[in-house]
């Protein structure tokens, strides 16, 4: 309905299942992620982008609400920032694995890579070919690598998930199910015996 957790306030969806609430620093305004009871530890789902208040939000969950229990993996739906920014921090911080699918990682990992002037370059590039006005690819251009900033450096190792895989969190399946579109291999969970399904940006209800 119209009820929105305060940020680092985490709600119970349902048995196990705690709703973040994170805000973004840009038009799209906050996130959602995810925080899932796995008895001796907890499993997040996506972390937000890397920046200071969103890293301090972080410790403040961690030290309260989560505070007790180790942090025993990291899935990350997807590779824009607001999903994966503070995941190498946060399994640095942690200790956590990381778990995401193939294309996600590689997609991160060669855009966190990227000089700034070969991906402004790029950019300028495509976007010229497509016909979009040459004053706007400029703005583009100058904008450099945008990623960059908002991504703490994507893990080297991760656990790879693929459409089908299933994750014993909690006391219950959870079925990984992968679709393109949002962005190339985007992860959703579904457990069929609780009746919950993580949508990730694959759902959104409200916007685009």
Not at 1 to 27: H, I, K, Y
Not at 59 to 85: M, N, Q, S, Y
Request: hydrophobic content about 40%; proline content about 6%; overall charge negative.
């Amino acid at each position: 309905g119209d009820f929105t957790p305060n940020e680092g306030e985490p709600t119970e969806l349902a048995p196990g299942v705690l709703w973040l609430r994170f805000s973004l620093p840009f038009a799209l305004d906050h996130i959602n992620l995810y925080a899932l009871d796995d008895g001796d530890g907890w499993v997040l789902v996506d972390c937000g982008v890397s920046n200071a208040h969103s890293q301090g939000t972080w410790e403040t969950l961690l030290a309260g609400p989560l505070a007790g229990r180790p942090v025993k993996r990291i899935i990350v739906t997807h590779f824009h920032p607001d999903h994966i920014g503070s995941a190498g921090w946060l399994v640095e911080r942690t200790g956590a694995d990381l778990a995401m699918s193939r294309l996600e990682w590689e997609k991160a990992q060669e855009l966190h890579s990227k000089a700034e002037s070969g991906f402004s370059d790029e950019v300028w590039r495509f976007y010229a070919s497509t016909g979009i006005a040459s004053d706007f690819v400029d703005k583009l251009r100058d904008l450099g690598n945008i990623y960059r900033p908002q991504v703490s450096p994507p893990p080297a190792n991760y656990q790879c998930l693929s459409d089908g895989d299933v994750l014993q969190i909690g006391g219950n399946n959870w079925r990984v199910i992968t679709g393109a579109g949002h962005s190339p291999e985007h992860v959703c969970l579904l457990s069929e015996e609780a009746g919950l399904m993580i949508g990730g940006d694959m759902l959104l209800p409200r916007i685009t």
